[in-house]
């Protein structure tokens, strides 16, 4: 039986989505409906939006790492605006953990 791990994504304190490991070092992220449907939601990154400023939400799976953005949020220090644990970017070749 796999064992799912959830970690919940915040900006400015609010909740906007989750990273979730799925086993196989496979993880995934989404962003809650509530932060989708907002026109006026705070931009958590340019990387998650397209050409015309619309918010990607349809992500492929990671494995082994998480997705490029999360990993640089851990380096630069910023992870008290996203909450991450300290966990989730110090196990070296598997940043989920």
Partial sequence: MTDVSTLTVRLYNEPIGTLTYVGGERT?????????????????SLSFKDTFGQLLTDFKPYRSKLMPFFPTCCLK???????LTRQACTQKGNTFY
């Fill in 28 to 44: 995934l992220f989404v962003f809650n409906d509530i932060y989708i449907n907002d026109s006026n939601r705070p931009t958590l």
């Fill in 77 to 83: 220090g910023i992870c008290a605006n996203i909450w």
